[in-house]
């Protein structure tokens, strides 16, 4: 007779999370000063809310996708525009939202013909067009010059410091993890994780794999671009190349890092992404002599780190630790 | 006793004053002034990165041996950005609050520049000469941002115009790149054949990254092109050149000054002969340098056991400019004081041949010329001063 392990309950595993993040914040704001630290955690949401897309793409519904930046781009120039145009940041989110979903809707098309590897490279190719879309489309876009954001405000308020904007952040990824966290358990995540595990088995069971992917791509494309509206407002400064297919492998690096089988991985790969080489900066500062500083070095602890965590969680951090 | 009571009360408020500045002044201590740089060390501009870092090493070297700034060691706090202005925005956090960097010196890349600038001029610090062609880097003037890389438009107008007057070209074609640095020069190309009454003939484009340019070659062969500019970095340049080579077309090309490098006649060889280019700080070469120049090649290579070449240069003056402003402000050291003083000095010709850089209350742009040079017998021959 063997044990099955329990699963806690819902609410104790939330105040769990939220203690272990509180605790993470909390050192890091002692540790590296207040505003570097709630920088960190602006940035680290904002890149967890867009990684939230590919979790649920890849994650959830098992399609390769290698063109995510050009979701988030959508969204970050959707949001600046609306905004430029007099829409409140508030209520441009959701729209910019919806324009990511859209594009979610144009990216998942060849699905229909193509599987694996091919279609990720549609998705690939996807990116392809909306970057040059939008280094051609001067007009609207500025092209290749850019465009300058407003900050994000609300009635007379501008969360111009960075722990108005971490706020911000924050609150914006827990409502989208609520949301995700809901679908995951109705009816369509588990349609997704069918077509995941068996395609042909799903599609047996009367679940229609091309209407589960089209959804995880409206799903997946509106939180990436959400992250974009947010990115677009903390960095200030949006242009094509800032998309481009490093950020998409960026975002791919996250999911897998973070672990793409949990919602969590999305949150726990950004602070692996954003926040890790930042903390490798500042332990390098405490290093004596003049090689500590040599170019490169930052980007080799990176990689090792990487590495370490592949081989130690290889199904992501937010899994278990690696049993065997 | 009385005389005693006052030495004793001068001394607190001379020890009470120096440690007030200390306080209320980021990155100026008694002892220090530290200033902080955002480089791209891993980036797509890595090969300009290096370079700048240790020239400006080399000069804060060279004043802490003399001594300091009225007694201050300057130490550079470097922080690598990759080009990514992510990383960018949370060096810039790090460098504030932190290293509490008084300035900011020679942020590189426009998408890091245009992000980290907010955060820098919002904690009061000083901007001072970042890479990028971005008109924001001097306008609208700000008291602590200023500029001393001649804007692409300004000195490729002047540089086109002097070119198409000299030669009597008829058809003058760009190829550039995709980017706002491409976007910049076709503006200031434009603008200099619409002074002289002509228009751009044909115009053709390339992604970031390429390698083949045989199909824009092959259209602006078409295009029968009697002078091409080349709006490219240094790896373009001599695709575009060995390309047009290759198919036996022997058309003049201007380059501007991002494919001005040594790098381009030691890549391109032959093929590169006859380039034109345009030079905002010459390269430095050991062979026919003078003196001062032949010794300051000496020291760059003993230090860093390497040849220097222009990016070097550029980061020597750009520390060189600060360490002379900072002198300069006298010991009571603020971002405002060294603002206003920067303002009214005059940075003039040097040994490394650079132009001379003046910034103004109304004017925080230093400098807008250029000068153009060719390769000749493979190395970079300069051929006009700077163009007016």
Known sequence: MSATPVAAPEGLRVLRAAFVWGLLLALAVGWLGADFAFSQATLVATYAIAGLGVVIIVGQAGQIVLGQGALVALGAYAQTLLVQAGVAPLLALPLAATVGALGGVLASLPAGRLGGLYFGMSTLAFALIVEEALVRWESLTHGAAGLMVPGFGLAGWQADTPLAQAAVSIVVLLIALALAARLLRSRLGRAWRAVREDEAAADACGIAPGAAKLRAFIVGGSLSALGGSLYAHWIGFISPEQFGLVFSFELLMLAFIGGARRLSGAVWGALVVVAIPQAIAVLRDTLPGDWARSAGLELVLFGAIIVAVVLLRPQGLASGPRSG | ?388
């Not at chain 2, 030495?7 to 980021?26: E, M, Y």
């Not at chain 2, 090969?47 to 070297?61: E, N, S």
């Not at chain 2, 980290?116 to 062609?133: D, N, Q, W, Y």
Request: charged share 25%; net charge neutral; with cysteine.
């Open chain 2, 1 to 388: 006793m009385k005389r005693l009571r006052r030495l004793a009360l001068a001394l607190f408020a001379a020890l009470a004053g120096t440690s007030l500045h200390a306080a209320d002044v980021a990155g100026v201590s008694a002892r220090e002034i530290v200033v902080g740089h955002i480089s791209d060390l891993s980036g797509p501009i890595a090969m300009l990165g290096t370079p700048v870092r240790d020239g400006m090493l080399m000069r804060f070297d060279e004043a802490n041996a003399a001594g300091g700034v009225h007694g201050r060691r300057l130490r550079l706090a470097v922080e690598d950005a990759g080009y990514d202005p992510k990383r960018g925005v949370l060096a810039a956090r790090k460098l504030v609050q932190r290293d509490k960097a008084f300035a900011f010196i020679a942020t590189m890349g426009t998408p890091v520049v245009m992000a980290t600038m907010p955060v820098v001029l919002e904690a009061g610090r000083l901007h001072l000469f970042p890479f990028s062609p971005h008109k924001a880097t001097y306008e609208p003037l700000h008291p602590l941002k200023f500029q001393n890389f001649a804007p692409y438009q300004d000195y490729m107008e002047a540089a086109t115009r002097h070119m198409v007057q000299a030669g009597g070209y008829r058809r003058t074609c760009l190829l550039y790149q995709d980017d706002d640095y491409g976007l910049e020069v076709m503006k200031g190309v434009e603008t200099g054949l619409e002074r002289l009454g002509q228009t751009l003939f044909e115009r053709t484009g390339y992604k970031r990254g390429a390698t083949d340019l045989s199909s824009q070659v092959a259209r602006l062969r078409a295009a029968e092109c009697d002078l091409v500019v080349l709006a490219t970095v240094v790896r373009e340049t001599v695709a575009a050149m060995a390309e047009a080579r290759r198919i036996g077309w022997k058309v003049d090309m201007l380059v501007t000054a991002s494919g001005y490098s040594a790098q381009t006649h030691e890549l391109g060889g032959d093929a590169v002969e006859g380039l034109y280019g345009v030079s905002v700080l010459p390269h430095p070469y050991a062979e026919g340098a003078n003196s001062q120049l032949a010794d300051w090649i000496e020291r760059y290579r003993a230090r860093f056991g390497a040849a220097p070449n222009v990016w070097s240069v550029m980061g020597y003056s750009l520390a060189d400019m600060f360490v002379r402003t900072a002198e300069a402000t006298g010991r009571d050291l603020t971002p405002e004081a060294f603002a206003r003083t920067l303002e009214r000095l005059e940075f003039t010709r040097d040994y490394f041949g650079s132009p001379s850089y003046r910034f103004s209350a109304d004017d925080h742009l230093g400098n807008r010329h250029g000068r153009l040079a060719q390769i000749r017998n493979g190395r970079w021959e300069l051929i006009t001063d700077y163009l007016r």
